[in-house]
């Protein structure tokens, strides 16, 4: 059984972003044997014209993270998208794996250990959380990285034990 990855990003917003940016992402989750929750397609089957979508589209998001096995946040922005900071601290709330991607040179923090605000590395070991951070495609599918191991063995013990 393949494991439930939420893709949070805000690529959704922008045709081109949605269309050159988001597919090499969701290739190389899915070549890892994720099955990819990426929200903008899970939710076009809502009418955005009636009344009320809003709130329908955040209480499908919120299901989508309870639900999932972990979260792959795109957190590039200064700051990242709200949507995705959300997103991220309720996965981190509810234990959920957790696995960043920023491949922008610009650093969003005021501390000198880590490239974004803090609280975004609390769900996170505090040793190796470099191991869960992602700057480019490529390193997606490294078996180095956490998210390999995390595809590749019992999530359980990942998501549970912050400092493997």
Request: hydrophobic share 40%; proline share 4%.
């Amino acid at each position: 059984m393949s494991k439930k990855i939420y893709l949070a990003n805000s690529y959704g917003f922008s045709q081109q972003q949605k269309e050159l940016l988001l597919p090499p992402i969701i290739s190389k989750l899915k070549s890892l044997g994720a099955e990819v929750w990426e929200p903008f397609e899970r939710n076009n089957q809502l009418d955005f014209s009636k009344q009320g979508w809003a709130y329908k589209v955040a209480q499908a998001d919120l299901s989508d993270v309870k639900n999932c096995d972990g979260i792959f946040a795109i957190v590039n922005g200064t700051p990242p998208d709200e949507g995705v900071m959300v997103e991220l601290g309720i996965a981190i709330a509810l234990n959920k794996a957790v696995f960043l991607f920023r491949d922008e040179f610009r650093k969003c923090t005021d501390s000198e250990d880590y490239p974004l605000n803090l609280m975004l590395f609390a769900g996170l070991p505090e040793v190796g959380w470099e191991d869960y951070y992602y700057t480019s495609v490529d390193d997606i599918d490294s078996e180095d990285k956490a998210l390999y191991k995390w595809l590749s063995e019992d999530s359980a013990i990942i998501s549970n034990d912050k400092n493997l």
